[in-house]
């Protein structure tokens, strides 16, 4: 059984837990288009590209760091070939969590869930 630190620490990155929440809805989910955060969807930029500059970081840090590690707790499976991800063998582990943040949504500050 995953420990209480080392789930809040998975939770803790707004992009691992935006992969998680939407596993709970669907699966498999594709990647990086199905897990952008709120607002960073494409829009016209009058701030000189850093828009663009700021989403392909979050992508890069997606790939990089949060579904490696997503992967090592195995938590989800991730196929980089399809570059889809779906529930890992302890998804179940963390859902519980996952479940008290989306049906308190109205109750919790919009970034988190």
Known sequence: MMGA???FGLLASDR???VLLLLCEE???SVPDAVQMRGDAARPSA???RDHDRSRRQTVRLYHADLPK???A?????NRDAETVSRGPRFGEI???LDVLGDNAARVPQEVV
């Open 5 to 7: 630190s080392k789930m």
């Open 16 to 18: 691992r837990r935006r």
């Open 27 to 29: 699966e498999p989910v």
């Open 47 to 49: 701030n000189g590209g």
């Open 70 to 72: 997503l992967a090592a």
């Open 74 to 78: 195995n938590l989800i499976e991730w």
């Open 95 to 97: 859902e519980p969590m």
